[in-house]
């Protein structure tokens, strides 16, 4: 249900803290002192040569103190993270920090210093509610333009359900304000009546729109920090259904709704889904948790019309809900028990992840990511389609992890083989390939005496063959000159 | 100084050229008068061709008219010869005498896109009398071999022949005009000058005519011939008013030059041939017994290599595809061996051909506007390969890719009974379509209960709403919308007269 369609809304990349203060600024209050810099040394895992440690960034936010030696920022602040820094307004000294917890689906993250004796006389910042609308809020943080703290002032503009740009395809309820959201903004407070009512977090760059600027509410927040109350984060559960808006009437008489408004067709229901284990396509959702489901997919929440899937997004793994459809016209009402749906995921952009990957006589074999379409940048228009869809031919039922052959280092033992980098693999000797563990598995695998190791691709009639005892011989060779220390790393 | 050493050549050439052919005028005028055009001939005439596409995309509008300018070659009977890529989508064809500028109107006898030939002959036969009276025809030469010297022939703005010679250095198989269709080809290096009318341009040796020029690459200076082989099967073909086409094999090749490849194939050293990796339904190597894994070893007498080629008695080393498709006539004996599981296996039967027409994903489609129906907005249309490319490659995501693969590979919808596969390209915004405005991209699989397997049965179905309301059902996100039956009949007639002004709301052909 959150599966959001690509938008153009734009990460603030380098995070921009937004640290800002009520109504009346009081400064010589404490409220600044709880918000710290954040200074993160990076190594971004290199997908094209996935042996490799990777590529060495940094970047800078900001965070602020919600509890005894607790930092909340954004994780795209940390994410990747070598080496975290904090530093205090008035306080010139680096303190080493670490991270607690991190969701990459909400772009939340919880540091503590490494000693939190410096930051015990800090007070902890307060968490408000949802501002109203046209009500002025202010964002402090360490944004770009100097060094020392910086508060921006404005309004809250929308209140709406956004995608969230750090993993590319989680959406939650997001704030909209035009206060200016700067790079280093990312992960600072936004300030009303003296309590926190957001964290700043993303925006346009200022060719696209002006003044647009969005922060993470309270009740993603507060849903972060529940989860986390035992000790791990368990992401955000999903129905994984699409609903389909009903405007046309005679959809409307022929699925039997009547004209109050109600009802929402369900257009596909992922089989592997909490959502699919009850719902199929064309039944309607009338209600969910006893509050009725309007025909374009808006639910009523505390008076306010918002997107159904806020009823899921307060709940957390394990929990259920009560879901009341109309199937054929028949008044139906089951119980879902919500999880995370899994397949979702490698559609996004993963963090804090080593490649996985596997090499065989120069063959390189790495499952079909996000982060691995970016980059090979991968034109092949199979690979193409398995990816953009993934979710909506249901591929993930056969192939929950499609493998890829990425690379044919050459060697004369594989020389003829290259042209078929890009291949997606369908077999390896005979045993079918579903995610990049098969992989080995596969390779080790003999049919009798039968020198050969057998790859089908999908949609290439011909078998890549290898002599095995050519192969083994080659790989060693092969391993030294490509400079790969490891011939495989399959995951923790 | 210049002016006369231009001459001086322009001399030479036209004296090989006399030698050549006895339809080349020359002026013998000679040093004396090298302004004058030198060299004439008497079997060219220009071609102006308008055309108009139609829009793969609102399939039933035309795209701007625009205009090719070629030269034709007079064939014996007055018909001329000129590429089918010169005359795709034509509206209004012309020929022109070089010299007078007299023009006559033309029509499309017969013509072959994927050997991209194509003969044309007067519109009206009274007008044609005077306007052919001092043509002559040119005769066809398929003699070329490497090495032979050819001249490309160009006509200059008075008429004046303007020669290239052409040495051929290359004979091979290489794409023609139509996606996936490959012939038999010339291939030279030389330097071709821009002029009007160079969009077909005769090839000739030894005055008679050689091919056709298919192609020119500026940038490498190659120069790519139509032969004539393949003209003069073209012309065979339609001596008898019925033109039957080229046969296709239907046949994925592999090569097997790879010595752990061929050692799983248990081929041994000196063995060759090609690995068939895909045979098609319906066409001839299905016919003819081929399987995938067959390793071909000859056919029709000739010993197939392990590229895949044979060794042409006029060529030398050459693709198969010739002794199969270029050199080959429908209903022609087709002699196969195959090594199969270790044993030769020798198969034989008859050339067929397998039209674009019966093909589930039209492969191309010229002079006739894509098939579609509309109904109530909702714009449903054949896939096919015009379709796809219509779109670029840069914009292929999502649902385009979908459709793409589909098109690739079709064999479950051959399996489900599908002539053509049938999907709901766009929807013209209608009170009865309110709400689906935005689909696309979706495969229609049933409407009003019926299984939709052409746009005939799709057109049949929409006539029976069943309690006044449609039901379609998608094989994708929604996968099931209604439409109300009147208020859909209402819409069709608002998009006749009304802003779309769609001429008519069905195209199946």
């Known amino acids: 249900m ?68 607790r930092f909340l920022t954004n994780a795209h602040v940390v994410s ?89 395809v989680d959406s939650h309820l ?283 691709l999908m949609e290439v009639n011909r078998p890549l063959v290898l002599r095995r005892d050519l192969a083994e011989e080659a790989h060693p060779r092969i391993m030294k000159t490509y400079n790969i220390p490891q011939d495989a790393f399959l995951g923790e | 100084m210049k002016t006369f050493l231009f001459s001086l050549s322009s001399l030479v050439l036209a004296m090989s050229l006399c030698a050549q052919g006895p339809e080349v005028a020359v002026d013998s005028g000679g040093v004396g008068t090298p302004r004058e055009a030198i060299i004439k001939s008497s079997s060219l005439l220009k071609v102006n061709v308008t055309y108009q596409s139609f829009s793969p995309h609102i399939p039933w509008q035309k795209e701007s008219p625009g205009s090719r300018r070629g030269l034709g070659v007079v064939l014996k009977g007055n018909e001329i010869l000129v590429t089918a890529q010169m005359v795709a989508d034509s509206t209004y064809i012309e020929l022109e005498q070089p010299e007078s500028g007299q023009k006559l109107t033309a029509k499309v006898k017969a013509v072959d ?3 991209n030939v194509a003969v044309l002959v007067a519109e009206n036969a009274e007008r044609a009398k005077g306007f052919f009276a001092e043509v002559k025809p040119m005769e066809i030469d398929t003699g070329a071999r490497i090495g032979d010297g050819l001249s490309v022939w160009q006509i200059g703005p008075a008429g004046d022949l303007i020669v290239t010679p052409l040495r051929v250095s290359k004979v091979e198989t290489a794409d023609y005009f139509v996606d996936g269709s490959v012939f038999l080809v010339y291939e030279g290096n030389g330097i071709i000058r821009t002029e009007g009318n160079s969009f077909t341009l005769p090839v000739v040796k030894g005055g008679k005519l050689a091919g056709l020029l298919l192609r020119y690459d500026s940038k490498n200076q190659v120069t790519t011939v139509l032969p004539a082989p393949i003209i003069d099967h073209f012309l065979k073909d339609t001596a008898d008013g019925t033109y039957e086409g080229f046969p296709n094999l239907g046949v994925e090749f592999q090569l097997t030059l790879d010595g752990q490849f061929r050692d799983y194939l248990k081929m041994k050293e000196g063995d060759t041939g090609m690995y068939v990796s895909q045979v098609m339904k319906g066409m001839t190597g299905e016919k003819l017994g081929l399987k995938e894994g067959d390793i071909i070893t000859s056919v029709n007498g000739f010993d197939i290599d392990s590229r895949g080629n044979y060794r042409d008695p006029q060529y030398g080393t050459l693709s198969v595809s010739h002794v199969v498709r270029g050199r080959a006539f429908v209903g022609d004996a087709l002699k196969v061996t195959v090594m199969r599981e270790g044993k030769e296996v020798v198969l034989e039967g008859k050339l067929a051909r397998k039209n674009p027409a019966e093909m589930i994903v039209s492969p191309y489609r010229f002079d006739r506007g894509p098939n579609y ?137």
């Open chain 2, 373 to 509: 129906l509309l109904a109530g907005g909702l714009l449903f249309q054949e896939l096919s390969k015009a379709y796809l490319e219509g779109f670029g490659r840069d914009r292929q995501t999502g649902p385009i890719l979908r459709l793409a693969r589909l098109a690739k590979s079709p064999e479950e919808f051959e399996k489900k009974g599908c002539k053509k596969i049938i999907f709901l390209s766009a929807v013209l915004p209608t009170p009865s379509a309110q709400g689906y405005e935005r689909m696309g991209g979706q495969i229609v699989e049933e409407v009003n209960g019926v299984a939709i397997t052409d746009l005939t049965t799709l057109d049949e179905a929409l006539k029976k709403p069943v309690n006044g309301v449609h039901t379609i059902r998608l094989g994708e996100f929604p996968h099931l919308i209604h439409i109300d039956a009147l208020a859909m009949e209402r819409d069709n007639m608002a998009i006749i007269t009304g802003g779309y002004r769609v001429g008519s709301l069905k195209r199946i052909e």
């Open chain 1, 80 to 168: 990747n993270a070598t080496k975290l820094v904090i530093r205090s307004s008035n306080d010139p000294e680096p303190h080493p920090a670490r991270i607690v917890f991190i969701a990459h689906d909400c772009d939340l993250a919880i540091l503590e210093a490494v000693d939190g004796k410096h930051f015990e006389h800090l007070k902890p910042m307060q968490l408000g509610g949802i501002p109203k609308l046209n009500t002025e809020v202010i964002a402090v943080g360490y944004p770009i333009g100097g060094d020392r703290i910086s508060v921006t002032r404005g309004v809250v503009s929308r209140i709406d359900f956004r995608q969230y740009s750090h993993s590319g």
């Open chain 1, 2 to 69: 959150k599966f959001a369609s690509v938008s153009a809304a734009v990460l603030m990349a380098v995070s921009l803290p937004w640290a800002g203060m009520a109504q009346p600024i009081d400064l010589s209050s404490s409220v600044w002192d709880g918000v710290v810099n954040i200074d993160a040394s990076m190594q971004v895992p290199d997908y094209r040569e996935p042996w490799n440690g990777g590529r060495p960034t940094g970047g800078s936010g900001t965070g602020f103190l919600i509890g005894k030696n």
């Open chain 1, 174 to 456: 997001s704030i909209q304000v035009d206060a200016a959201i700067n790079p280093g903004n990312s992960g600072g407070p936004v300030i009303q009546d003296g309590k926190v009512v957001g964290v700043a977090f993303q925006g346009y760059s200022g060719n696209v729109a002006q003044n647009v600027g969005y922060m993470i509410p309270v009740p993603v927040i507060q849903r972060f920090l529940k989860d986390v109350e035992d000790g791990k984060y368990d992401h955000y559960v999903d129905l994984a259904i699409s609903d389909f808006p009903i405007e046309n009437p005679a959809q409307r008489k022929a699925l039997g709704l009547g004209e109050d408004g109600i009802g929402v067709m369900v257009g596909s229901a992922e089989p592997a889904g909490s959502g699919g284990k009850v719902l199929k396509t064309g039944d309607v959702i009338v209600a969910m948790d006893g509050s009725p489901v309007f025909n374009n997919g808006l639910i009523k929440l505390d008076d306010e019309l918002v997107n159904m899937n806020e009823v899921v997004e307060r709940k957390f793994a394990g929990d259920s809900i009560e879901i009341e459809f109309l199937r054929d016209g028949k008044k139906m009402k089951e119980t879902v028990k919500l999880a995370r749906f899994e397949p979702y995921v490698r559609l996004g952009n993963l963090y804090d992840e080593r490649p996985r990957y596997l090499v065989y006589a120069g063959l390189v074999f790495q499952p079909l990511e996000r982060n691995l379409m970016d980059a090979h940048s991968i034109q092949d228009p199979l690979v193409n389609y398995l990816f953009d869809n993934f979710l909506g031919d249901k591929l993930y039922v056969e192939k929950p992890e499609p493998v890829i052959l990425t690379q044919v280092l050459p060697d004369e033992v594989n020389t003829f083989l290259t042209p078929y980098a890009h291949g997606v693999v369908e077999e390896i000797n005979g045993v079918k390939i579903t995610r990049l563990a098969d992989v080995k598995a596969a390779l080790a695998k003999k049919n009798g005496d039968e020198p050969f190791v057998v790859v089908k």
């Open chain 2, 113 to 115: 896109y994927e050997a």
